[in-house]
Nanobody
């Protein structure tokens, strides 16, 4: 599976962005998917996860209520809608796929990673 993240950019605080992660391969619909982020000088952290069907999602406390993860298995794509953005959301955002069909909060539970897309939120 190859993952291609896109949709990052520069936005003012309070604004919105939607990230997309397009996956290759016919088995996308069986994978659990996650979004992670890494700010400069910090470790990569979990942001949101979604199971294979979209019926189960999970968010970190820092984004709960502001971000929404979703997927379209017909398009082999997972999305991250980010609203009410804050300067502390500035980071490189990565999508990841897990063969286990569920979302996970630990990085080592994911088998495939995209290249990352930069989100910068100005104050």
């Amino acid at each position: 599976v190859q993952l291609q993240a896109s949709g990052g950019g520069l936005v003012q605080a309070g604004g919105s962005l939607r990230l997309s992660c397009a996956a290759s391969g016919r088995t996308f619909s069986s994978y659990g998917m996650g979004w992670f982020r890494q700010a400069p000088g910090k470790e990569r952290e979990f942001v949101a996860g979604i199971n294979w069907s979209g019926g189960s999602t999970y968010y970190s406390d820092s984004v709960k209520g502001r971000f929404t993860i979703s997927r379209d298995n017909a398009k082999n794509t997972v999305y991250l809608q980010m609203n009410s953005l804050k300067p502390e959301d500035t980071a490189v955002y990565y999508c990841a796929a897990s063969r286990g069909s569920m979302w996970h909060i630990r990085l080592n539970q994911y088998n495939y990673w995209g290249q990352g897309t930069l989100v910068t939120v100005s104050s």
